[in-house]
């Protein structure tokens, strides 16, 4: 009923950029939280950044001030604009979207595929 498309992601430089797109598309009535996540090999996955409906942000310390989460509501699209990327930003990146989708009532959380960010010279 909904899918999430992610692209952007990619092998960088230390210090290099990267910008992240997650598409939202199906069956959707709302969107409300749109957010971003991580998992690196042997570790859990934990929340980078995330922007809420009315679009208020929160980003995780590692990344505060380095990166940034945006939205386009009528594209039903949440970005993640990385710069000064370090070898620790290394993982799998994976959006998250809350969905309210037609004849629905409540929001539930669809997950995209993940996209892979290497930082390594």
């Known amino acids: 009923q909904v899918q999430l498309v992610e692209s952007g992601g990619g092998l960088v430089q230390p210090g290099g950029s990267l910008k992240l797109s997650c598409a939202a598309s199906?069956?959707?009535?709302?969107?409300?939280?749109m957010g971003w996540y991580r998992q690196a090999p042997g570790k859990e996955r934990e929340l980078v950044a995330g922007?809420?409906?009315?679009?208020?942000?929160d980003y995780a310390d590692s990344v505060k001030g380095r990166f940034t989460i945006s939205r386009d509501n009528a594209k039903k699209t949440v970005y993640l604009q990385m710069n000064s990327l370090k070898p620790e930003d290394t993982a799998a990146y994976y959006c998250?979207?809350?969905?309210?989708?037609?004849?629905?009532?409540?929001?539930?959380?669809?997950w995209g595929q993940g996209t892979q960010v290497t930082v390594s010279s």
């Open positions: 998250k979207v809350d969905v309210a989708t037609w004849g629905v009532a409540r929001f539930v959380g669809y």
């Open positions: 199906g069956s959707i009535r709302s969107i409300s939280d």
């Open positions: 922007i809420t409906g009315g679009g208020s942000t």
